[in-house]
């Protein structure tokens, strides 16, 4: 299972979902769902969330047995 820290890196940034939706080509139900754990990302998608936040991916996504 893949963990994350989006809506962490949200509060920091003061970024509400949709804006982040916005920044990185995708839904505001997916970013919700990302962070409830519904859903694991593309690579291309974690690439793109770290991105916004410049940071490694490793900051914001973990991967738990």
């Given at each position: 299972m893949i963990k994350n820290r989006i809506k962490e890196f949200r509060a920091?940034?003061?970024m509400k979902q949709e804006e982040?939706?916005?920044?990185?080509?995708v839904?505001?139900?997916?970013i919700g769902?990302?962070?409830k754990?519904?859903?694991n990302p593309s690579l291309v998608l974690a690439w793109n969330i770290?991105?916004?936040f410049?940071?490694?991916?490793e900051e914001i996504f973990?991967?738990?047995?």
């Open positions: 920091r940034y003061d982040l939706a916005k920044r990185v080509g839904r505001r139900e997916t769902n990302l962070e754990g519904r859903y770290a991105k916004v410049d940071v490694p991916i973990t991967v738990e047995e």
